[in-house]
């Protein structure tokens, strides 16, 4: 059982619950309840950054491209994007397929939420700074080139399943050796640990902090395996991480996943 | 009428531009050098243009795009007008960039060129620096060259929309040091605010308040510590930044 942070559709504050993983429960106000009975709402409200090729798969899969144009090298910074707000989405919601996309890649992503302001932070006090954990599906058009920025690819609207909650920092002994586990239609289709990131957390945390400031509430994605599985219309994917929980959200074709948009 | 957020005597205040004073929301008049100026805007979410300007994309040696270079920025980088922004001791290449920065009034989705204008706020200066020793080809322009602390002046004004007219018209100038270093016009945007809008909002949703950040002129010269660099806007403003070293 561990501690974490909620927050429930229709109220303005988190609440504090405890969370039985393995009996899919939590406990609010004294009372266990299954998960399935809480309306849980996208628990963090920073800014969402991604980092790109953290696992060695990743940038293995690269091979020699790294040396050739356009990227001529192989990164040395870490490599970030955004999330931005349009793109977070609540466990349970649907991800919404564009008209003009056949299928959608899962990026599975341990997100480590900031607890203080972390500017210029050292890797020996890098774990200071999180205040817990939650999962993140970092959602993408698929693309093959890394060149420029892929917002299209990966902003649009729904793009950021995160949640369902905020684990605390103490529910992870080592957040470099976690199991990451993604299913499409209950199919075990992508199996990876936090053990291959390149930057393990405390690096990734010095290196981000000595160009950017993060803020308290704000998360960074520790990056996405390679391999990733592709989800297509009505698909359910389900994100696991081992001591953080499961994320689960069906695909539904944009113009049906949100009741009264417009077109 | 042209806006400003400004902290005054230990609060933070929103304030427009009264005979040249500042009037806070509670009447009071003050005075422009007395005041800490903030980010006129606190936008959800920040977006730039790279190559944005045919003679820039030109003197970096790039073939101009034929699809918006977009990036998003963090709320990290915003600083207000009279700011100081640091410059990394071990960099030899820093370059500031004048930018007519647009502010959404409400939010957009899939919204048609020839009504973009109705969902746009006003317009602010923006001097959205580089360090181009950090560039990287992955993701470029990648966050350490370019979503650094601090690094991207906004301000002093958001000017509404009607007050500045065509905002395809309008001559951009950067002084470092009292001199005249970068000039061009916004006319010579390659894909212009309305196709912008369209662009952006026919993929996601734009927020109110979201700012969109069109790219600059050629021009681009390094800049030192010590040096005072203004960015000015016909119509829009003056934005004010020092460099100073990383102590």
Redo the contacts between chains.
Sequence with gaps: MVNCIIRLCGRAQPYEATLNINENKLKLHNEWMTIDHFALDIPITG?V?GT??NYKGAISKLGEAVYEI????P????????K????HLAHGAPIPL?ADVQELEVGAALGLVIGRTA?RVTKASALDYIAGYTIANDVSVPHRS???????EK???GFCPIGPWIVEKAAIKDPNNIGIRVYVNDVLCQENTTANHIRSVEELLADVTA?????PGDVLLTGVPEGAPLIGAYDRVRIEIDGVGVLENPVYPENKSMEG??? | MKRARVAYAGAIHDAVEVRGMLQLEDGRLVNQKDVVWLPPVQP??I?ALGLNYADHAKELAFQTPDEP?????????LLGHRGVTRRPAACTFMHYECELAVVMKCSA??VKAEKAFHYIEGYTVANDYVVRD?L?????????AK???AATPIGPWLVDVEDVGDPMDLTLRTFVNGQLIQEGSTKNMIFNIPYLIEYLSG?????AGDVILTGTPKGAVNVEVGDVVVTEIEKVGKLENMIVGED
């Design positions: 800014t950054y790109l090729l356009p990227y001529k090298k990164p040395e910074a870490p490599i970030l994007y955004m931005p707000v349009n793109t564009p500017c890394y060149y420029r920025p892929a917002i299209r902003a649009r609207d160009f950017m400031t993060l803020f948009e417009n077109q | 959800h979410t977006f270079l977009v990036f998003l920025k963090g709320p990290n980088t989705r899939h950090y990287e080809n992955y993701y470029r322009p990648n966050f350490r979503n650094r602390d993929f996601m949703t734009l927020n």
